[in-house]
């Protein structure tokens, strides 16, 4: 690689960034008009054409407030946790095999799982150092439910991995060019998009800031500046894992406009549940991920070990 190719792709990072985070603004969005039609009201609609721009002044009203914290926090941790995951939930973006090669490599699903595990330590440290007993009871939830999913979650992975015996996200898109994935491992992707949901502390799994026993969970002493950070890392964790089931399950495809469809319908299936589906209870969440997903992904990995053993 030259000097040419490694400006090529920091330009292409940088721009790839900076479309995320505008997809994730309008996002919201769409989420507010979902809602809003789900609950039979009408969602923004007063800042400019249909609350367009809507997104934009709450970024600006974020912002601008004043950032406000614990006289106890440890206040380097507290004021560098959500910086720290929102740079994590963006970094992921790179992996995704675009027309551009930004950083494709062999050990890419790996990498993958490496970067998903790290993301509770931010949940969990922005917890602690903010001193306060709800953000800590939030903390452990969130890591509870983090280490319980991401099992069932690594599995469905390496099922794929054995499956395609590679462990590069490219080659998912070239063995799904003539049949999808989802057709014949429906169970594993709606296993998978189930752990996703937990994973990224959506509903009817965001216990990790449940307002009814919590208040806000772990981000209850943030304000302005760091609320909007961990706002926009929780909203770009969501459209990444839909574009992650899309490239798994859906036939990839990212060189077209039916890619980036598909990956808004699936977004759409997380505000859909969202809007659906009550929160459910602590003790069920933990028996549905270890009596239920554990074992189908499981028993997936085994018979496609076993499969590759025998015939192939």
Do not use: H
Request: proline share 3%; aromatic share 20%.
């Amino acid at each position: 690689m030259n000097i040419k190719e490694v400006y090529i792709s920091i330009i292409s990072m940088t721009l790839l960034l900076v479309v995320v985070l505008l997809s994730v603004a309008f996002f919201t969005l769409l989420e507010r008009k979902i809602l809003g039609y789900i609950q039979i009201r009408k969602g923004p609609n007063v800042v400019g054409l249909a609350g367009v721009v809507q997104p934009f002044n709450d970024a600006i009203k974020l912002f601008n407030k004043e950032f406000v914290f614990p006289y106890l926090s440890n206040f380097l941790m507290f004021f560098f946790m959500p910086m720290f995951s929102l740079f994590l939930s963006l970094f992921g973006w790179m992996l995704i095999p675009y027309c551009l090669i930004l950083i494709n490599f062999k050990l890419s699903f790996m990498f993958l799982l490496s970067c998903l595990s790290v993301g509770v330590y931010f949940i969990v440290i922005s917890s602690w150092s903010s001193n306060s007993n709800y953000a800590k009871l939030g903390g452990l939830r969130g890591l509870a439910q983090t280490i319980s999913y991401e099992v069932s979650l690594a599995l469905i992975f390496m099922s794929l991995m054995v499956l395609i015996m590679d462990y590069s996200l490219m080659n998912l898109i070239v063995f799904q060019n003539y049949i999808w994935f989802l057709i014949f491992l429906f169970p594993l992707a709606i296993c998978l998009f189930s752990s996703m949901l937990a994973e990224v502390n959506r509903a009817p799994f965001d216990f990790v800031e449940g307002e009814s026993e919590l208040v806000s969970g772990f981000n209850i002493e943030y304000s302005s500046g760091g609320f909007a950070l961990i706002f926009l890392g929780e909203y770009s964790s969501i459209l990444f894992m839909s574009m992650i089931f899309v490239v798994m399950f859906l036939g990839g495809g990212v060189w077209g406009i039916w890619f980036f469809i598909k990956t808004m319908l699936v977004s759409f299936g997380f505000v859909w549940v969202r809007g659906t589906l009550p929160r459910y209870r602590y003790d069920k969440l933990m028996y549905l991920a270890w009596k239920i997903y554990l074992p189908v992904s499981l028993n997936y990995l085994m018979f496609f070990c076993c499969y590759l053993y025998l015939f192939m």
